[in-house]
Every structure is written in structure tokens, then in C-alpha cells.
Nanobody, 127 residues
Framework: QVQLVESGGGLVQAGGSLRLSCAASGRTFSSYPMGWFRQAPGKERETVAVINWRGDSTYYADSVKGRFTISRDNAENTAFLQMNSLKPEDTAVYYC????????????????????WGQGTQVTVSS
């Protein structure tokens, strides 16, 4: 069983920064794409950013492009989401997820494609 645990959420003012971490179990972590997702109250879960196993292919939602950076440290089995210039509309529960499959644009942007999920971490941005 693959287990993912998010951390790093909190309450920040608009314009501030947070760095989220996703700790994964297993030595095969480095072989899987990793994604960050978020869900605000009353809204559907949306894809924020995705990174492939090597870290040289990424996807970002238009709403976060230029502000958020996804990265990973395979030696530590950890993925990160650096969030800068935060806005109130970024407020949501943030989740990391993975799937045992090669990176492919046909599925990585769809949250419904992912198999393993963390418990989520709350990010709240005040105005």
C-alpha cells in the first residue's frame, strides 16, 4: 500500500508564501508521477500541478502558473509545492496524489485518474 502524508499548510496573509510537503512510502516513489490538487468548500477538486518521475516534465494550472512551483526529492521520497504570492482564492484543502503509471498528458491533469491520496492539509489565505 502506498501512503502519502501532506504537511505545511496554515494561515497566511495575501502575498505570503507557504511550502507544502508530501511524504511518500516505498522505494518506488521515484518511478511515479506526483500531483498536487486542491478543493475549496462547495467546489470540485482541481488539479494544481503535476511532475514526472525525473522532474523534467511539469504541468501547472493557469491560475497558479508563475506563482507555484512543484518539485520532488526522490532520495527522500518527498514532493513539494512552493506557493508564492498567495491570493485568497488559493484557500482550499491541498492534497497530493500519485498513480502507478508512466507520466502521460492523457491522464495526469485529471484528478479522477489518481490512485493514492494523502489526507490533505488546509491552506487559508486572508485578505
Amino acid at each position: 500500500q502506498v501512503q502519502l502524508v501532506e504537511s505545511g499548510g496554515g494561515l497566511v496573509q495575501a502575498g505570503g508564501s507557504l511550502r507544502l510537503s508530501c511524504a511518500a512510502s516505498g522505494r518506488t516513489f521515484s518511478s511515479y508521477p506526483m500531483g498536487w490538487f486542491r478543493q475549496a468548500p462547495g467546489k470540485e477538486r482541481e488539479t494544481v500541478a503535476v511532475i514526472n518521475w525525473r522532474g523534467d516534465s511539469t504541468y501547472y494550472a493557469d491560475s497558479v502558473k508563475g506563482r507555484f512551483t512543484i518539485s520532488r526529492d526522490n532520495a527522500e521520497n518527498t514532493a513539494f509545492l512552493q506557493m508564492n504570492s498567495l491570493k485568497p482564492e488559493d484557500t482550499a484543502v491541498y492534497y497530493c496524489a500519485t498513480k502507478r503509471a508512466p507520466y502521460g498528458r492523457s491522464w495526469v491533469r485529471d484528478a479522477r485518474s489518481y490512485e493514492y491520496w494523502g489526507q490533505g492539509t488546509q491552506v487559508t489565505v486572508s485578505s
